[in-house]
T-cell receptor
């Protein structure tokens, strides 16, 4: 069974630029999550989708972050404009019922 | 929101040693998972264990939900066990949202 796929794996941008990350969940997993993991901390949920609907985006900084999952399968997370404090690993995860499965993450560095 | 505390924050073991990692949480949970984040950043699901005891090879976990803690046991540790171990919990009505602890950084040396 293929795991959660993410791209790119690494991205370096300057502050105020925009960036987009892509995630393809495990086939058949209806629930998709985006997490932000700052160095030295545990992952923090940004947004949760159930199929193509948003279940929880309470911790998403909506003035600069947006995410979509138009066809209920893959998803994109965008940051525009980026700030220095956005430097982190962005993890995508999917789940069917109980256990969550994480992708390899995208390491973003904002300079 | 729910608070999740893990101990110890850092641990260094000699290969072959055993260890116990602890996760305390501040409220009733309906979901608890243990993850291992390897040195390359990949998060791997170890156990889904909101209550009871499970074992998988050299790893086992026990959650005592009524006392709001969970333990992860690592026996005969190997260098490949190095990384960060996270406990993550979910609460009723939380819509499958997991709140992660701060992790235990484990280093296994030869």
């Amino acid at each position: 069974e293929a795991g959660v796929a993410q791209s790119p794996r690494y991205k370096i941008i300057e502050k105020r630029q925009s960036v987009a990350f892509w995630c393809n969940p495990i086939s058949g997993h209806a629930t998709l999550y985006w997490y932000q993991q700052i160095l030295g901390q545990g992952p923090k949920l940004l947004i949760q989708f159930q199929n193509n609907g948003v279940v929880d985006d309470s911790q998403l900084p909506k003035d600069r972050f947006s995410a979509e999952r138009l066809k209920g399968v893959d998803s994109t997370l965008k940051i525009q404009p980026a700030k220095l404090e956005d430097s982190a690993v962005y993890l995508c995860a999917s789940s069917l019922e109980t256990g969550k499965y994480f992708g390899p993450g995208t390491r973003l560095t904002v300079t | 929101g729910i608070q999740v505390e893990q101990s110890p924050p850092d641990l260094i073991l000699q290969e072959g040693a055993n260890s116990t990692l602890r996760c305390n949480f501040s409220d009733s949970v309906n979901n608890l998972q243990w993850f291992h984040q390897n040195p390359w950043g990949q998060l791997i699901n170890l156990f889904y264990i909101p209550s009871g005891t499970k074992q998988n090879g050299r790893l086992s976990a026990t959650t005592v939900a009524t006392e709001r803690y969970s333990l992860l046991y690592i026996s005969s540790s190997q260098t490949t066990d190095s990384g960060v171990y996270f406990c993550a919990v979910g609460v009723t009505g939380g819509g499958n949202k997991l709140t992660f602890g701060t992790g235990t950084q484990l280093k296994v040396e030869l």
